[in-house]
């Protein structure tokens, strides 16, 4: 029996391109759409367009966590092992990168005589978090890195599901929009992402479609999604191509960076009136001027809604990407903070 991506017992989380109801695009990390179905027959229907590396989905069938290659291009048909002995199975697909690909959902199949079960409700909590490769668990599964530098990779170690951002949300049991690019910083023309004319973060913030090498940029509708708590993580790749920062954290360049970060702070606070904004670096090693611009920006902004956090290995930990015991970290440290705060609307939830 086919499933369409429309039917009303998929719950998908995420941001997500739904002008095709027959073929919801994924573009970012965490993006998920979950059923529950009985029977031992599955299949998946993928659509692919690749920018760079392999591109792999997650998921998860009855607890256990699997893999998929997907094609460079066009469509692929998955045949998903069913072996479990559940009356009702529970299965998790979700986006493992970011922008280096975007896939359409293109429905599911499962066994003839079989059905697909009411969903389990969603949680009540919901954060959202702007960052860049570490907030989307970028080779986060390469292990044996641990506090080193990365290792030779093709995209095959990148898994959202070990980023700090989605860790996170598990722990305080919250939805969670995860609005990272691999490479972004704040500002057009610095950071990595798109190079030579890198794109930031002022760009991609309010767009589902964004990645200028798959077409044109498409505006996100914020009322689909309401976040409590949002996580501002940036000052990374914004010393590249030449940290200015660095150098001379009072010069004109760092002035000109702080005034756009307060900026996107306004213009968060403007979408989202009600939001705890947690403003941070990682544990990804860079200088710590960039903490201190960010501090100063918070003050500045003289909203007491609006904090700073800075981690216990702030900027020191590795000079490679964030393992997964690296993100657990980090994710553990946010989690405690996060629960201080007074967030009314978690009160109300609970």
């Not at 009702?88 to 697909?93: D, K, N, S, T």
Request: aromatic share 12%; with cysteine; net charge negative.
């Amino acid at each position: 029996m086919r499933i369409l991506p429309n039917h009303e017992n998929l719950t998908y989380c995420g941001r997500i391109d739904w002008d095709n109801p027959g073929a919801p695009v994924f573009i970012y990390p965490c993006s998920s759409v979950q059923m529950r179905f009985t029977g031992n027959t599955l299949k998946l229907y993928i659509r692919n367009r690749n920018v760079y590396w392999n591109n792999y989905l997650g998921y998860f069938l009855d607890g256990t966590q699997g893999v998929l290659q997907l094609a460079k291009e066009g469509d692929t048909v998955f045949e998903i092992r069913v072996d479990t002995p559940d009356e009702i199975h529970e299965f998790l697909l979700f986006k493992r990168q970011d922008a280096c690909h975007e896939f359409a959902f293109l429905g599911a199949e499962i066994g003839e005589c079989e059905k697909i079960v009411n969903p389990l409700p969603q949680p009540n909590r919901r954060i959202e978090v702007y960052g860049d490769s570490v907030s989307a668990g970028e080779v986060s599964e390469a292990v044996s890195c641990v506090g080193k530098a990365d290792p030779p990779h093709n995209g095959e170690y990148s898994n959202s599901w070990y980023s700090y951002a989605w860790i996170l949300a598990r722990t305080l049991n919250a939805q969670l929009h995860d609005i990272a690019q691999g490479g972004i910083a704040l500002m057009d023309k610095t950071g990595w992402f798109c190079e030579p004319k890198a794109v930031g973060m002022e760009h991609v913030w309010d767009k589902i479609h964004y990645n200028p090498m798959l077409g044109a940029a498409t505006k996100w509708d914020f009322s689909q999604y309401q976040p409590h708590v949002v996580i501002a993580a940036f000052g990374q790749n914004d010393s590249h191509p030449f940290d200015y920062m660095a150098q001379d954290e009072n010069g004109a360049r760092a002035a000109e960076w702080k005034a756009h970060y307060k900026k996107f702070l306004r213009n968060l606070r403007k979408t989202y009136p009600g939001a705890v904004i947690i403003c941070c670096t990682t544990l990804l090693d860079h200088d710590s001027a960039w903490d201190r611009a960010i501090g100063q920006a918070v003050r500045e902004m003289a909203d007491e809604r609006i904090t700073q956090y800075l981690f216990r290995r702030n900027g020191s930990a590795t000079p490679g990407h964030l393992r997964i015991p690296e993100a657990q970290e980090m994710a553990d440290e946010l989690a405690a903070y996060i629960e201080t705060l007074d967030i009314q609307e978690w009160n109300k939830a609970e």
